[in-house]
T-cell receptor
Framework: AQSVSQHNHHVILSEAASLELGCNYS??????LFWYVQYPGQHLQLLLK??????LVKGIKGFEAEFIKSKFSFNLRKPSVQWSDTAEYFC??????????FGQGTELSVKP | GAVVSQHPSRVICKSGTSVKIECRSL??????MFWYRQFPKQSLMLMATSNEGSKATYEQGVEKDKFLINHASLTLSTLTVTSAHPEDSSFYIC????????????????FGPGTRLTVL
């Protein structure tokens, strides 16, 4: 069965620190991978996506992610976080039938 | 482009009543819409996949008689929570996928803002 695992449940960083959120997936076929962000009280927004091509994907707000096929990973990174990045982050894989399988989510708290 | 709306954004109802939530794709046609449920501090759980003009496909453990889904047009899907109980209180989110296979939007789901349901 397809699954997505996010390594960190809650990450606390100070402003300007670098961020890396882990995401591993289990799916044997061709994958489309996504990172979504949910700011407090707001709806899900797409940060970035990988369909094919360059495994290093750049998204909005300075985020990027790297698809490493051999490791079944799609980690999210940002070189310098801001207080406004405080949010819940979800990794997802597009499985058979177009369904999205979400990871458990990682809560990011950035201290000013 | 690719905007999805949900109505209502928030609803409070008495136990035993039914509640209907609408999901609309505003600027594209959606062959497929998905309904998710999100508990506080938890991830999104897929409830069902709704295809226009056909019966919804429910995920394991989701009661289809409890959560009625109708996808009557390419821009509208509805979720009706029948005989709601307090344990049905949750955040319900829909998403929509474009009709155009092979088009730039096809492999991506666009999410609505969610509906907060509180059953007293």
């Amino acid at each position: 069965a397809q699954s997505v695992s996010q390594h960190n449940h809650h990450v606390i960083l100070s402003e300007a620190a670098s961020l890396e959120l882990g995401c591993n997936y289990s799916y044997g076929g061709t994958v489309n991978l996504f990172w979504y962000v949910q700011y407090p009280g707001q709806h899900l927004q797409l940060l970035l996506k990988y369909f094919s091509g360059d495994p290093l994907v750049k998204g909005i707000k300075g985020f990027e992610a790297e698809f490493i096929k051999s490791k079944f990973s799609f980690n999210l990174r940002k070189p310098s976080v801001q207080w406004s990045d405080t949010a819940e982050y979800f990794c997802a894989v597009n499985a058979r039938g177009g369904k999205l399988i979400f990871g458990q989510g990682t809560e990011l708290s950035v201290k000013p | 482009g690719a905007v999805v709306s949900q109505h209502p954004s928030r609803v409070i109802c008495k136990s035993g009543t039914s509640v209907k939530i609408e999901c609309r794709s505003l600027d594209f046609q959606a062959t497929t819409m998905f309904w998710y449920r999100q508990f506080p501090k938890q991830s999104l759980m897929l409830m069902a996949t709704s295809n226009e003009g056909s019966k919804a496909t429910y995920e394991q453990g989701v009661e289809k008689d409890k959560f009625l889904i109708n996808h009557a047009s390419l821009t509208l899907s509805t979720l009706t929570v029948t005989s709601a109980h307090p344990e049905d209180s949750s955040f319900y989110i829909c998403s929509a996928r474009s009709k155009l296979a092979g088009g730039p939007l096809y492999n991506e789901q666009f999410f609505g803002p969610g509906t907060r349901l509180t059953v007293l």
